[in-house]
């Protein structure tokens, strides 16, 4: 596709559920990343992939995040056990090396 | 943690005028870069300046950097209603891939 694609657009979550986000960059991108933004806030980092390897998770809040792209390509961004403080959008972005970096709409999440 | 931080936190001109927004940052940088967030929406590469650059312009857009003292402004120029938007700045935190982001600037412009 021409961006980057994220789903769903929203979600909503009973406390407790597990949730998985989907992100398709663009072809070609190497690089990966995830950011969480709160309301009114700017994006927080959450981790960091080149292809498939993940070489930076240091922003994931707690083990209950996960993030894999096991073919360089599509990125799936699992939340185990929601909690009410996970309610955020979800952002995705790729790039090429040194360059900007073009972001998904977004993945709203509400845990209820 | 965010190191960025922009200034103002919001802003509101009439258009035709011109706006000025500030980003402060702590650490070494390769580059900083603005985007632009419209309400409910994905973030919008505008411009990336390295840090062997002053200034860089692209359409009504202008940037400077001051590596000295950590600081960056975005001008936009002639502003027009559809550019109300939050702008935020971003940096690659010492070289590294990540993008640090400060908290952004809610600009408005008044028709």
């Known amino acids: 596709g021409a961006g980057v694609s994220q789903s769903p657009r929203y979600k909503v979550a009973k406390r407790g559920q597990d949730v998985a986000l989907r992100c398709d960059p663009i072809?070609?991108?190497?690089?990966l990343f995830w950011y969480q933004q709160a309301l009114g806030q700017g994006p927080e980092f959450l981790t960091y992939?080149?292809?498939?390897?993940?070489?930076?998770k240091s922003g994931l809040p707690s083990d209950r995040f996960f993030a894999e792209r096991p073919e360089g390509s599509v990125s799936t961004l699992k939340i185990q056990r929601t909690q009410q403080e996970d309610s955020a959008v979800y952002l995705c972005?790729?790039?090429?090396?040194?360059?900007?970096?073009?972001f998904g709409q977004g993945t709203r999440l509400t845990v209820v | 943690s965010q190191q960025g931080e922009e200034d103002p936190q919001a802003l509101s001109i009439q258009e035709g005028e011109n706006a000025t927004m500030n980003c402060s940052y702590k650490?070494?940088?390769?580059?900083l870069q603005w985007y632009r967030q419209n309400s409910g929406r994905g973030l919008v590469h505008l411009i990336l300046?390295?840090?062997?650059?002053r200034e860089k312009h692209s359409g009504r857009l202008r940037v400077t950097l001051d590596t000295s003292k950590k600081s960056s402004s975005l001008l936009i120029t002639a502003s027009r209603a559809a550019d109300t938007a939050s702008y935020f700045c971003?940096?690659?935190?010492?070289?590294?891939?990540?993008?640090?982001f400060g908290q952004g600037t809610r600009l408005t412009i008044n028709p």
């Open positions: 972005a790729s790039s090429l090396p040194r360059a900007g970096a073009f």
């Open positions: 072809s070609g991108h190497v690089s």
């Open positions: 992939f080149q292809n498939e390897a993940q070489l930076d």
């Open positions: 650490t070494s940088i390769n580059n």
């Open positions: 300046i390295r840090s062997n650059e």
């Open positions: 971003a940096t690659d935190d010492k070289g590294a891939q990540k993008l640090v």
